[in-house]
């Protein structure tokens, strides 16, 4: 059982540059979440989607869009990196709608440097 | 939002009880708290959830006092293999917006 897969699992991308980080969950989960993870701050959360066809920012959106065409797959991208968005992204999916009262699961990461 | 405090690290010894606590002053009456561990290079895994009162699992208890202003993790007779980073998550919806708002982490080091 997959889970939820997340790549690439770590890149060196130059400020400027364009990049999409990747997430399919196989659980057919309704909700969907991107966080970031920098030292100190904990998990904060960029933007979630409750079921396909529905997006909504998190507590750190700025810089960062999503999309969710399909139940699957929810992509990040950010669309001129910059070194403050060098960070551990984690990509998450929970049963039901919203996932507040619901376990989340998570997927291993992918390690972004801006530089 | 309501704000998660923990704090930063703890100590322990294999076998004794773990109680780790996290404040959130702003709490809202939809929200639930859910608490998750986290090992190095992998992603956070559940523990436990509640709403208020006590929750208790097969690996750990969550006790909610009645003004849900806190709420304390408890770990039974810990093992070395429960070092790990505790994060407590409060999230809820209002009029159609979500939050979810994690705290910044216990370190906890169980020592033999």
């Known amino acids: 059982i997959a889970g939820i897969t997340q790549a690439p699992t770590s890149q060196i991308l130059a400020a400027g540059r364009r990049m999409t980080l990747r997430c399919t969950q196989d659980m057919r989960h309704n909700a969907m979440y991107w966080y970031r993870q920098d030292l100190g701050l904990g998990l904060r959360l960029i933007h979630y989607s409750n079921t396909a066809g529905t997006t909504g920012k998190g507590e750190v959106p700025d810089g960062y869009s999503v999309s969710r065409a399909n139940t699957d797959d929810f992509p990040l991208t950010l669309a001129s990196a910059v070194p403050s968005q060098t960070s551990v992204y984690f990509c998450?999916?929970?049963?039901?709608?919203?996932?507040?009262?619901?376990?989340?699961?998570f997927g291993q990461g992918t390690r972004l440097t801006v530089v | 939002l309501a704000k998660t405090t923990q704090p930063i690290s703890m100590d322990s010894y294999e076998g004794q009880e773990v109680n780790i606590t996290c404040s959130h002053n702003?709490?809202?009456?939809?929200?639930?708290i859910t608490w998750y561990q986290q090992f190095p290079s992998q992603g956070p895994r559940f523990i436990i959830q509640?709403?208020?009162t006590k929750v208790t699992n097969e690996v750990a208890s969550l006790f909610i006092p009645a003004d849900r202003k806190s709420s304390t993790l408890s770990l039974p007779r810990v093992s070395l293999s429960d070092t790990a980073v505790y994060y407590c998550l409060v999230a809820g919806a209002t009029s159609g917006t979500y939050k979810y708002i994690f705290g910044t982490g216990t370190r906890l080091k169980v020592l033999a």
């Open positions: 998450a999916s929970s049963p039901g709608t919203g996932g507040v009262n619901t376990e989340a699961f």
């Open positions: 702003n709490i809202a009456t939809n929200d639930y």
């Open positions: 509640g709403y208020k």
